[in-house]
């Protein structure tokens, strides 16, 4: 599938874009606007509008697409591990809970919210995926952080690393995604490359694939949106 992304446009874009995040004035509109670098690493993101698409009449999608740059590096993980898997997860420094961690929890609501909320994904070894409806409720399927699945013998490490760059399109009532596909510390060809594949991704869900996608901005978290696609 072709790239509709023109890529000057977008050149142009990520270039501003960092130059804004880094404290530099940049031209928007005619006039210039006069960046400010935070104190964190903000996040990049796309927001995409769709067009000639019905929420409530045409296929509703879904998809995840891994990146080849991990866009957000600073989520948090918590492992619902088995013994091996909590011991390899002390060893690389990453949070862990076992099945007797889980149970103190008793189903509470509250603390079901807290955990999913303290977390940005769950990964669980595959004889924990079973029990954690039975041990916490449906509290992590509502927030969305159902725990991916960890095999044994799949190395944590990637497993994190993959997750953190998995991105991902649900199609909801409303006609606008957005989706994080780098941070400001990235290269700027890596968040073009994301950028890039990110959309062409989208593209590929829907019906009439670019027919479908009305605009596309880019921003920082912080920063002002800049259109790419038109």
Not at 108 to 132: P, T
Not at 138 to 148: D, E, I, N, S, V
Not at 196 to 209: D, E, P, T, V
């Amino acid at each position: 599938m072709s790239n509709k992304l023109n890529s000057a446009i977008l050149d142009k874009a990520v270039t501003d874009m960092l130059a804004y995040s880094a404290g530099e004035t940049i031209t928007k509109g005619g006039a210039e606007v006069e960046g400010k670098k935070r104190n964190f690493i903000e996040t990049c993101d796309i927001q995409i509008s769709l067009k000639n698409y019905d929420p409530q009449r045409d296929k509703r999608f879904s998809g995840t697409f891994k990146l080849p740059t991990v866009p957000r590096p600073n989520l948090k993980c918590c492992v619902l591990g088995n013994a091996a898997h909590c011991e390899q997860a002390d060893r690389i420094g990453v949070d862990h809970m076992s099945v007797d961690d889980l149970k103190k929890l008793n189903k509470n609501k509250k603390l079901v919210k807290k955990l999913a909320k303290r977390y940005d994904f769950f990964l669980a070894s595959d004889n924990m995926i079973k029990q954690i409806p039975r041990l916490l409720g449906p509290g992590l399927t509502k927030a969305g952080k159902f725990p991916t699945l960890l095999s044994s013998g799949e190395d944590m490490q990637e497993k994190i690393n993959e997750v953190k760059s998995t991105i991902k399109f649900q199609m909801k009532k409303v006609l606008c995604l957005n989706v994080a596909i780098g941070n400001v510390s990235m290269e700027k060809q890596e968040i073009i490359v994301n950028v890039q594949l990110a959309a062409n991704f989208l593209a590929s869900l829907l019906k009439k694939q670019w027919q479908n996608i009305g605009q596309i901005y880019l921003k920082s978290t912080m920063g002002p949106a800049i259109q790419i696609y038109f």
